[in-house]
């Protein structure tokens, strides 16, 4: 079993930043796993948007949030995070944690999702 509890959604202007963490737990967690964040705007599927390696070395975006968005991860702690930087209003989306990412659209194991909404 592994859980993934996101935390850190909420609601702000165009412009400005939020930052999600992910806590990853359970007796099945394996800390190489890479790790990753997708979301689900209203009426659309699910989406990439970004994803690390276990050591971190690698990381690879989305093309519509390179630049603004950054994830990374700590180890230790089992967290990985998504700092997310110049808002835009079509980032509005549920946003999952995901473990054991295998390509861009599929992972083994999601989170609940934590509702991020940007306005104009």
């Known amino acids: 079993q592994v859980q993934l509890v996101e935390s850190g959604g909420g609601s702000v202007q165009a412009g400005a930043s939020l930052r999600l963490s992910c806590a990853a737990s359970?007796?099945?967690?394996?800390?190489?796993?890479?790790m990753g964040w997708f979301r689900q705007a209203p009426g659309k599927g699910r989406d990439f948007v970004a994803a690390?390696?276990?050591?971190?070395?690698?990381?690879i975006y989305a093309d519509s949030v390179k630049g603004r968005f950054t994830i990374s991860r700590d180890n230790a702690e089992n967290t990985v995070d998504l700092q997310m930087n110049s808002l835009k209003p079509e980032d509005t989306a549920l946003y999952y944690c995901a473990a054991d990412v295998t390509t861009n659209s599929s992972a083994n194991f999601w989170g609940q999702g934590i509702q991020v909404t940007v306005s104009s």
């Open positions: 690390i390696d276990w050591s971190a070395d690698s990381t």
């Open positions: 359970g007796r099945t967690f394996n800390p190489y796993y890479a």
